[in-house]
């Protein structure tokens, strides 16, 4: 079992920046992928941005170049930081984890750009 705590939504202006960090109750190390979905009222669940515990990170589209997800294994967390933020962007930013092809899901955060 794999506790996920996020934390870091809140509300923000087009072109502004937030931190999402997401806290996993178990060692960092033990876990094979940690990552970001998020989901629009309406839309589906997308994928936002992942990262493979050999290191390699994959980002959607249309975030690459303006969110960076980063993994603190020691820290049991994974961040995602989100630059140059869009009125698209506004969502519930879900954490995610795969462990021993176990899915795990946080609660969410919730991330609103608005002018």
């Known amino acids: 079992q794999v506790q996920l705590v996020e934390s870091g939504g809140g509300l923000v202006q087009p072109g502004e920046s937030l931190r999402l960090s997401c806290v996993a109750s178990?060692?960092?190390?033990?876990?094979?992928?940690m990552g970001w979905y998020r989901q629009a009222p309406g839309k589906q669940r997308e994928m936002v941005a992942i990262s493979e515990r050999a290191g390699s990170n994959i980002y959607a589209d249309s975030v690459k170049g303006r969110f960076t997800i980063s993994r603190d294994s020691d820290k049991n967390t994974v961040y995602l930081e989100m630059n140059s933020l869009k009125f698209e962007d506004t969502a519930v930013y879900l954490c995610y984890a795969e462990l021993s092809r176990t899915h795990y899901w946080g609660q969410g955060t919730q991330v609103t750009v608005s002018s």
């Open positions: 178990r060692s960092g190390f033990s876990i094979d992928t």
